[in-house]
């Protein structure tokens, strides 16, 4: 099988989920890779990706102590609205919203008048302007935790 430089579409019969973060990254940038059709067909792999990995009788879970844990030492991007996160929130985590509260407020009315793929174009519409500002800003999120994480290491060794 031949590889593509060039990630495939979920309008591609190989198209599978096993992508770089930059591949799909590029992916949801393309307005014309992302028709209301090939998300639908993206958000189905998807469900079907989690049900196969719930089907997977390996554990995967975490429990609550192994995860505040791990919080410790990896950062945590939290990408709902500004309103949601001020309901409640991990400790710690970022706010790095995908949508602001008006932009989700009208994905759900989309949602609710014309259906799922006609809200998730027009929230990639609104987001696919933002998704370089938002990897940056993730970039940088973890490089700052990292560097918070060292100089807690380095001031508790002296």
Request: include cysteine; aromatic fraction near 6%; charge should be negative.
């Amino acid at each position: 099988m031949a590889e593509s430089n060039s990630p495939s579409t979920p309008d591609d019969p190989g198209f599978t989920l096993d992508a770089s973060a930059e591949q799909v990254l590029e992916l949801l940038c393309d307005p014309d890779g992302c028709t209301a059709e090939a998300l639908e067909q993206f958000a189905s792999l998807v469900k079907l990706k989690q049900a196969e990995d719930a089907a997977d009788t390996t554990p995967s879970h975490l429990e609550v102590q192994e995860f505040v844990k791990l919080l410790a030492t990896v950062p945590c991007l939290d990408v709902r609205a500004p309103s949601e996160h001020a309901k409640g929130h991990l400790p710690h985590a970022y706010n790095l919203p995908l949508f602001t509260d008006e932009e989700r407020a009208k994905v759900g009315t989309r949602y609710k008048q014309c259906g799922r793929a006609i809200a998730m174009q027009w929230g990639m519409n609104a987001v696919r302007p933002k998704l370089q500002t938002l990897q940056r800003t993730a970039q940088d999120l973890v490089r700052q935790f990292h560097a918070k994480q060292t100089r807690g290491a380095d001031g508790a060794d002296g």
